[in-house]
C-alpha cells in the first residue's frame, strides 16, 4: 500500500495580501476581518474584491505623542527667549507669497 502525502498549499509571501476563495470568505468572514490583515477575495482564481483595514489611531501613541509637542514647544520657545504663544504665531502665521 502506497500512502501519498498532500502537497502543502504555497503561502502567500509577506509582502503579498493573503488570496482568499470566496467560499472561504463566505464561512469565514468574522474570523478574517477581525484579523485585521488586507486580502484579496478571489473566484475562480481570479481578483473580485479587496479589503484592506483602516489603521485606527491609538488614543494613547496620540496623547503621548501631543505630550512630546508641547514640551518640544516649550524647550523651543524657551531657547528662543518668547512664549510658546510667540512661537506658535511664527511657525502658525500664513506665508507671505
Same mark, same amino acid.
Given at each position: 500500500?502506497t500512502?501519498? /502525502?498532500? &502537497? !502543502? &498549499?504555497?503561502?502567500?509571501?509577506? $509582502?503579498? %495580501?493573503? *488570496?482568499? +476563495? @470566496?467560499?472561504?470568505?463566505?464561512? &469565514?468572514?468574522?474570523?478574517?476581518?477581525?484579523? =485585521? #490583515? %488586507?486580502?484579496?477575495?478571489?473566484?475562480? +482564481? &481570479?481578483?473580485? +474584491?479587496?479589503?484592506?483595514p483602516?489603521? *485606527? %489611531? =491609538? %488614543?494613547? #501613541? @496620540?496623547?503621548? /505623542?501631543?505630550?512630546?509637542?508641547?514640551?518640544?514647544? #516649550?524647550? /523651543?520657545?524657551?531657547?528662543?527667549?518668547? $512664549?510658546? #504663544?510667540?512661537?506658535? =504665531?511664527?511657525?502658525?502665521? !500664513?506665508? $507671505? $507669497?
Open positions: 500500500m500512502v501519498t /502525502a498532500k &502537497k !502543502p &498549499k504555497a503561502e502567500t509571501p509577506p $509582502s503579498l %495580501p493573503r *488570496r482568499v +476563495g @470566496i467560499k472561504e470568505f463566505k464561512d &469565514k468572514a468574522t474570523q478574517l476581518l477581525a484579523a =485585521d #490583515e %488586507p486580502f484579496v477575495v478571489e473566484r475562480h +482564481g &481570479k481578483p473580485i +474584491g479587496f479589503y484592506t483602516f489603521k *485606527r %489611531p =491609538d %488614543p494613547r #501613541e @496620540i496623547r503621548e /505623542a501631543a505630550a512630546q509637542l508641547n514640551a518640544t514647544m #516649550e524647550h /523651543a520657545a524657551r531657547e528662543m527667549g518668547i $512664549s510658546v #504663544e510667540e512661537l506658535e =504665531d511664527i511657525l502658525f502665521a !500664513p506665508m $507671505s $507669497s
